[in-house]
């Protein structure tokens, strides 16, 4: 994780939404990422950022309309196979 990204985070678990998330609702990477990588104002830090954060709605929109007419799909973990499906799988080093 980046220093800046490190910063937003820390800012995150300090802020109001924090505290409602932190009330029972689990964070989800989703959430995490579009947290990350915002500036203070709200926008993408890049537009970059901007058309991965659409590609992540997207798949999580499509994963969405697949479980409402399959009830044998699992959700567990959405987020995880979406950001696999969108950034790759994860790399070390």
Do not use: C
């Amino acid at each position: 994780m980046l220093r800046y990204q490190w910063e937003d985070v820390v800012r995150f678990w300090n802020s109001k939404k924090e505290e409602e998330v932190s009330s029972g609702q689990k964070v989800g990477l989703l959430q995490l990422f579009a947290i990350t990588h915002r500036k203070k104002d709200g926008s993408p830090m890049t537009s970059e950022v901007g058309q991965i954060m659409e590609k992540l709605k997207e798949k999580k929109a499509e994963y969405e309309a697949i479980a409402s007419n399959d009830s044998f799909v699992n959700l567990e973990n959405i987020d995880n196979r979406i950001i696999t499906k969108v950034l790759g799988p994860e790399r070390y080093g």
